[in-house]
């Protein structure tokens, strides 16, 4: 019987042996790696944003690789702690590219047909040190029947069609950034679960922020995109009820040049309205907000996730 750290019983299985997968959202151009596998009783399938999604090649995003770091650091401490009843966890990173329907839309397929993969396996003993590795070829079944479940998504356009996909199958899904309000609809994503605050809640908030402010006008910049226009709504909901105007709208698109001023030129168009909501990517926020910082105490800015 599995013990956890406070002595009782634990509510996870007796699991000998435990991997971690990165699905990670890439095009179909990319060139095609063998598929080779280390199999475990139990995987967990992680999806996460390291290579923009872009008509005809894969750009790397460096910032995602941060995402990589954190989850060989949860393994370190899981080892260190020896919170599951074996010495070491195996570590595996995956590439695994999804196939992309349109510029605008992700389609994901399942299950696992002509994906590239690219294979990283860390073995992290309990001294941080890494250990050899080891790779048999699985079958598809061996792979499909090990899944407990799904982490995802960078952004809640990616955990829409990803749940539109896993939950007939009736895969547990849990998200570490999705804030999209529709994503708590029990009926509809009864497997979906999160680690952080839906954007109507965060919302609340930022509303009671602005009735102490005592603030009347202000001005809402929003990524574009289901994340963007989805808390750009709640915040109009919400806004008229306690007596507070929005004054300008300005949707942010993602930029390959990184150029954001013509975003900072609209908001002085509205001078008087100086609290300015905003609902960015946090991995274009701080380009965005060099834009913004330009001129000290124009503006004040409250902010989401980002």
């Not at 510029?103 to 590239?116: A, F, N, Y």
């Not at 849990?174 to 309000?181: H, L, R």
């Not at 009864?190 to 919302?203: L, S």
């Amino acid at each position: 019987m599995p013990i956890d750290l406070t002595g009782m019983e634990a509510k996870h299985p007796q699991i000998i042996f435990f991997q971690l997968l990165l699905l990670v959202i890439g095009v179909t151009q990319c060139q095609e790696r063998q598929f080779e596998e280390l199999i475990g009783e139990v995987t967990v399938a992680g999806m996460f944003h390291i290579y923009r999604i872009r008509a005809d090649k894969c750009e790397l995003v460096t910032s995602s690789v941060m995402a990589q770091e954190a989850a060989k650091w949860v393994f370190k401490i899981l080892n260190m702690t020896r919170y599951f009843p074996f010495n070491a966890v195996p570590f595996q990173i995956r590439t695994i590219f999804l196939f992309k329907s349109s510029k605008t839309e992700l389609s994901v397929k399942w299950p696992w047909k002509r994906l590239s993969v690219l294979n990283v396996f860390y073995r992290i003993e309990q001294n941080g040190s890494q250990a050899g590795l080891e790779i048999c070829l699985p079958t598809l079944s061996q792979l499909y029947n090990s899944i407990l479940g799904f982490i995802d998504g960078l952004a809640s356009g990616l955990s829409f069609p990803i749940s539109e996909t896993i939950q007939p199958l009736d895969y547990v899904q849990i998200s570490y950034a999705s804030t999209n309000p529709s994503l708590s609809d029990i009926n509809l994503y009864p497997y979906f679960m999160r680690t952080i605050t839906p954007d109507n809640k965060q919302t609340h908030v930022m509303i009671q922020i602005l009735s102490e402010l005592k603030s009347e006008y202000i001005q809402v910049v929003y990524i574009e995109g289901i994340y963007g226009k989805g808390s750009r709504d709640v915040v109009r909901n919400s806004a008229s009820p306690n007596k507070i105007c929005i004054v300008q709208e300005i949707i942010v698109q993602q930029l390959s040049d990184g150029n954001y001023h013509y975003s900072i030129e609209e908001l002085r168009k509205k001078p008087f309205a100086k609290i300015v909501i905003i609902f960015i990517s946090s991995n274009i926020v701080p380009l965005v907000m060099k834009e913004f910082n330009t001129k000290a105490c124009e503006f004040v800015f409250i902010g989401s996730e980002a």
